[in-house]
């Protein structure tokens, strides 16, 4: 897995390739970590993740808790396929705020240049 971070304006853009798997997770856990130092406008890209287990699930999650209690905003970006099938069968598309593409997030979230 290979995890990209970097900065646009007030919000940090995580890409995410490779499965999101218990061997991934934590190189994940540790840059988002990184990510939260700063002011939190998070936004996750995941569409080319074709694999996630529930520890990588539970890194998302986790991630998500941490944003809200920060006052921050998070936005996974997902692709028609497993990742959206499996926040919809656990119930967490209920919880994440989500969109298909980068400019998509980017507006949700005010941050689109």
């Known amino acids: 897995m290979v995890v990209r971070c ?3 304006g007030p919000c ?9 798997d218990v061997a991934g997770a934590p190189r994940l856990r540790a840059e988002l970590e ?10 996750v890209d995941l569409t080319e993740v ?7 699930l539970g890194v998302l999650v986790e991630t998500l808790n941490q944003v809200q209690h920060l006052r921050g905003r998070m936005v996974l970006v997902v ?4 990742i959206r099938h499996l926040l919809t069968i656990t119930n967490l598309d ?4 989500t969109s298909g593409s ?4 980017r507006t ?3 941050t689109a240049a």
């Open 94 to 97: 209920r919880h994440f705020a």
């Open 12 to 20: 940090t853009v995580v890409r995410v390739v490779g499965d999101l």
């Open 50 to 56: 074709p694999f996630c287990d529930s520890v990588g």
């Open 6 to 8: 970097w900065r646009e």
């Open 108 to 110: 949700a979230l005010g």
């Open 79 to 82: 692709g028609p396929g497993m």
């Open 102 to 105: 980068l400019d998509e997030a």
């Open 34 to 43: 990184q990510a939260l130092a700063a002011p939190v406008n998070l936004i």
